[in-house]
């Protein structure tokens, strides 16, 4: 469903964006500012509630239009000006009574139709010939201009005129017209003056029919319809007929189309030409005579004809005529595609503009930006449509993805396991717990079982089914929760009987709570002598377990891993939980999960772990996860068994991921796989636009850029090595390598591998990491690019030596060196108001750049320096000009050129730094 911003809701009807943004809100509209979004429905709830009409009345009157007479449009005008001001209560009493009053309207209308007959003929198309007894132009200027909003001259007149009787009632008469065919319109038309209506409905209409009338009478008559078949216009016309004032109307925008009309001139001026202007916007040829025009019978296109005519007076209309049409087809090609976020410079490069121009026009809405600085959506939407574009949120595969599995039929759900993370304080018995249950379960046979191998296995015990999450630790299931994933249904927090509540029991106690997850209590150990479960009880209370014997709802179970004691007591716990929490899902949906781990396999690629939430996996399925994509290869169970599918609750090892995702990715199935792909771009775009908009870390790489920001002169690293020798080797001769202006300086180092510690400690410092014969794991790579740590591995020292020299090269300030590119003679000079001087020059050697530095020469004497503000050649901006060749140059703040002048021309060229 297309969505439609506020500021473009505000723009429709004339009030500034945080004005309306300010009052959806008091209104309690879903919104957060002007460049929300809101769809379709709302946008017609608030046109109709906040504006008292709308673009969608623009819209039906267009249809409308095309059918009515110019009248109908002129109305429309009105009704909007009207309905801003105008309250919901009173423009549906007013709609129900112009309904009552409508029929009675309808014969006044006939009879007023008659006078102005021309008009709706003309319309009509090849009807129309008999139509105009008038004049050509009448009804044309008059419909076309109503039509464009703008208040028509007829739409003027017609309200004054019947104003101090019935203001309303002229209103509605137009609106009558309308309605007939727009019904809504009419409603918010009248929404400002339905009380007089009432009043006297047959009377008002009246008037305003006789003013058009007039107004139409005389354009028609100019319309000649001495039938001479003129040459056909081009097709685009077509169809427009009937709309010739209605594409004007849209179009056109109130002001200028109104104005031929209202004035005196609105004869000659055909509506029509006004349409046509409008429509096409280019000028048709004069030429015409008057007396023949249009060939009626031809349709559409005939009518168009007649535009042309209307070229003689016309020459003002055209600059006139405002082409919001083109407008309209501007915006909507003038869009760009925006992830989260997108950074000043990417914004100024895709709307072709100097990033200078954005950060001004941030800092004028209050926001300091540097080039490399993301703005989110919405600020790139306020942005950019001060540049004339607008911004598209481009998040639709993600919301497709939203919504597939909304659209999809889904069955019936029923009951699943639940899914259970054991907690508790180290020791306590959780390892031997889980161990306990896996012998449990009736499903193993004397060969197999349950492998443990894929971070997650389900239990089928005698009192149902059961699936442990696995994973190590609690901050496993925080980092989980931490991208948003929850998939534990319940936790089992053990708790050592003879031990009691200990520090990781509070965290897991915390983290349960946090994530809303209901806790089943273990304790354990109670075959040990100084058990005392009691206490447990009493102690774990005070964190709000009340044990359901004590009047609380917490369940609690007495276990001992050990002597297998407890342990089908607890599964029936779990189960008892599970049924409060009536966990169901719906198999036959398209699968969703969360990734529960996944890593990069030697022989068989990316591998991931995956917990199906919704829906069945099969074998042979599309999706996404994280970041990346794929085609489901094979499905490996928690017993090691090749599965064709896994329902809800069960964990499945994947394989035919295009990369390696992050534990509590979702995982989702889509419907094939472009979908797939490209969610998966989209997403590794968003992800690069995120990277890009944090400040980057330090790398050999940046080390230039890095420190010339920041003046640190320092170069700091973090040594790993397989070898003692190769530590000390290599730490004394990096060091050597510093500088009076670079220091090098190894900040930590260690044998063995790279740890994600070495990674936190130099994204902390900004050093960069230096490996020989040592590579980082899978995990500690994906860390590391998190991070944005460089991490570089040798394997000879000179190699790595030689790297960190050149990176500090690149930290030396660059030297800059002035190359003359060219020398231009001034052989005349002119003065351009508010330019200042031109030098009109000959370039006698070399070449003059739009971009250089220019130094003024008198007499071998430098007079001036500084640079080029413009180079033209004849009257165009060029960017070089070559010898031989004149040119005009500005010089910027110097207008003391003289003739005889020498003007070089230089730029700067960087010189490469060593040390
Ligand atoms: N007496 C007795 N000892 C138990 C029981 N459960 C576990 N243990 C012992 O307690 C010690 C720790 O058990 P684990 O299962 O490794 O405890 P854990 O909570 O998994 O420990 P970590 O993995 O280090 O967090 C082991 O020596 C077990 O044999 C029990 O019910 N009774």
């Not at 021309?118 to 007894?133: F, G, I, L, Y």
């Amino acid at each position: 469903m297309s969505r439609v911003r506020v500021y473009e809701l505000a723009k429709e009807a004339g009030f500034k964006s945080k004005e309306l943004a300010d009052k959806l809100i008091a209104l309690g509209y879903p919104i957060k500012s002007h460049s929300s979004t809101v769809d379709e429905a709302t946008a017609a709830e608030i046109r109709r509630k906040v504006f008292g009409s709308g673009t969608i009345e623009v819209g039906e009157e267009r249809i409308t239009v095309r059918k009515k007479p110019a009248v109908v449009r002129t109305k429309v005008t009105t009704v909007r000006r009207r309905s801003r001001a105008e309250k919901e209560e009173t423009a549906r009493k007013a709609e129900e009574e112009l309904l009552a009053a409508q029929a009675s309207l309808e014969e006044e209308k006939a009879a007023a139709a008659k006078e102005r007959v021309a008009e709706p003929e003309v319309r009509e198309e090849s009807e129309a010939p008999a139509v105009t007894p008038e004049g050509e132009t009448t009804e044309a200027g008059a419909a076309p201009e109503a039509v464009e909003g703008t208040p028509p001259a007829a739409g003027a007149e017609q309200e004054p005129a019947s104003a101090p009787e019935v203001p309303a009632g002229a209103g509605e008469v137009a609106g009558k017209g309308i309605r007939e065919e727009d019904p809504e319109t009419t409603g918010k038309e009248t929404g400002g003056s339905a009380q007089p209506i009432a009043e006297e409905p047959p009377v008002q209409p009246a008037r305003p029919e006789v003013k058009r009338a007039k107004g139409l009478a005389r354009v028609v008559g100019k319309v000649d319809i001495k039938v001479e078949p003129e040459r056909p216009r081009p097709q685009r016309r077509t169809g427009r007929l009937q709309a010739g004032g209605a594409p004007a109307v849209a179009d056109a925008g109130p002001g200028p189309a109104a104005r031929p009309a209202g004035k005196g001139k609105g004869k000659k001026k055909s509506v029509v030409d006004a349409g046509g202007d409008n429509g096409f916007g280019k000028p048709r040829k004069k030429g015409g005579r008057k007396g023949r025009k249009v060939d009626f019978s031809r349709g559409d296109e005939a009518e168009f004809v007649r535009y042309r005519k209307k070229k003689k007076k016309g020459g003002a209309r055209r600059d006139k005529t405002p082409s919001a049409p083109v407008a309209e087809t501007k915006a909507i090609k003038k869009r760009i595609k925006v992830f989260e976020t997108i950074t000043v410079g990417d914004l100024a490069k895709r709307m072709g503009v100097k990033a200078s121009e954005v950060i001004a026009q941030l800092m004028g809405l209050g926001v300091m930006a540097t080039v490399n600085q993301a703005l989110d959506v919405d600020t790139a939407t306020l942005v950019a449509a001060d540049f004339g574009y607008e911004v598209e949120q481009g998040m639709t595969e993600e919301i497709e993805i939203m919504q597939l599995q909304e659209q999809e039929e889904g069955g019936e759900e029923q009951p699943r396991p639940p899914v259970v993370t054991v907690m508790g304080h180290v020791d306590h018995g959780k390892t031997s717990i889980l161990d306990a249950i896996r012998k449990t379960d009736v499903a193993s046979g004397e060969a197999g079982g349950i492998t443990q191998h894929i971070g997650a296995y389900h239990v089928q015990a005698s009192s149902g089914g059961v699936t442990f999450v696995d994973t190590p630790g609690h901050a496993a299931f925080t980092e989980m929760r931490s991208r948003g994933a929850q998939v534990t249904d319940i936790v089992v927090l053990v708790v050592a009987a003879d031990d009691g509540v200990m520090d990781q029991t509070r965290e897991a106690i915390a983290h349960a709570k946090a994530a809303g997850v209901p806790i089943v209590v273990a304790v354990n150990k109670i075959d040990k002598d100084n058990a005392d479960p009691e206490r447990v009880k009493r102690e774990l209370g005070e964190f709000g377990l009340i044990p359901e014997e004590w009047g609380g709802d917490t369940i609690y179970c007495e276990t001992s891993a050990k002597r297998n004691i407890g342990i089908d007591e607890l599964l029936e716990n779990i189960q008892l939980q599970a049924e409060i929490l009536e966990l169901k899902a719906d198999p036959s949906r398209k699968a969703r999960g969360t990734v529960i781990e996944a890593q990069l396999h030697k022989g068989r690629g990316p591998v991931a772990t995956v917990l199906v939430q919704e829906g069945t996996l099969r074998v042979g399925d599309y999706f996404v996860a994280g970041l990346y994509s794929g085609k489901v290869r094979s499905l490996t169970n928690d017993r090691g068994e090749q599965v064709r599918e896994a329902g809800p609750a069960m964990p499945v090892e994947v394989q035919g991921l295009s990369g390696v995702p992050s534990a509590g990715d979702e995982f989702v199935v889509v419907k094939d796989e472009k979908m797939a792909k490209s969610v998966s771009a989209s997403r590794q775009l968003k992800a690069r636009e995120t990277e890009l908009a944090s400040a980057s870390k330090v790398s050999l790489d940046n080390l230039f850029e890095k420190i010339a920001e920041q003046e640190v002169k320092e170069l700091r690293i973090i040594l790993r090595a397989d070898v003692q020798g190769t530590l000390e080797a290599f730490g004394q001769a990096a060091e050597k390598l510093s500088t009076d202006e670079i220091r090098v300086r190894v900040l930590h180092e260690g044998t063995g591998s790279i740890t994600e510690n070495d990674i936190h400690l130099a994204a902390a410092s900004d050093a960069i990491i230096i490996g020989f014969n040592v590579r980082p794991t899978v995990k500690v790579k994906e860390l590391a690019e998190r991070e944005q740590v460089d991490v570089r591995s040798y394997d000879v020292i000179y190699h790595a030596l030689e790297d960190i020299q050149k990176a500090m090269v690149g930290m030396l300030e660059p030297t800059y060196e002035e190359q003359v590119i060219g020398t231009a003679e001034v052989r005349e000079t002119f003065q351009v108001p508010k330019v200042g001087t031109i030098a009109g020059c000959f370039v006698i050697d070399g070449k003059i750049e739009r971009n250089a530095g220019v130094r003024v020469l008198r007499d071998g004497v430098v007079i001036y320096n500084g640079k080029i503000a413009s180079l033209r050649r004849f009257k165009d901006d060029v960017k070089e000009v070559q010898s031989g060749y004149e040119c005009g140059i500005g010089v910027e703040n110097f207008n003391d050129i003289k003739v005889g002048d020498h003007l070089e021309a230089y730029t700067m060229i960087e010189v490469e730094a060593t040390l």
